[in-house]
Nanobody
């Protein structure tokens, strides 16, 4: 089973940018769809973005569409989330995750999770 390590979170002012990264432990990483989810205090974990196994398809939550970009490098076993025009409501712990499907926005299909990285956007 692939293992994931998230990184790149931090504190940023509204309107700023951050880039999150996730490193996978196995070369079979290319068999997994990869996603980013987030969880704010007192709220359920929600879908943010996902990318297909070979990187040719992506899907985004409406709340981040046009501001966030997900990408992957299968040669390096990494996936990234470039976040721009950040808003205070983007504040959350962000998790990368892997699913043994082609592409999914459904949380229940993801069975491997990173440890999470905190993103805080100040107003």
């Amino acid at each position: 089973q692939v293992q994931l390590v998230d990184s790149g979170g931090g504190l940023v002012q509204a309107g700023g940018s951050l880039r999150l990264s996730c490193a996978a432990s196995r070369r079979t990483y290319g068999m997994y769809a990869m996603g980013w989810f987030r969880q704010a205090p007192g709220k359920e974990r929600e879908f943010v973005a996902a990318i297909s196994r070979n990187g040719d398809s992506t899907v985004y939550a409406d709340s981040v569409k046009g501001r966030f970009t997900i990408s992957r490098d299968n040669a390096k076993n990494t996936v990234a989330l470039q976040m721009s025009s950040l808003k205070p409501e983007d504040t959350a712990v962000y998790y990368c995750a892997a699913a043994r499907v082609y592409l999914s926005a459904t949380r229940m299909e993801y069975d491997t999770w990173g440890q999470g990285t905190q993103v805080t956007v100040s107003s």
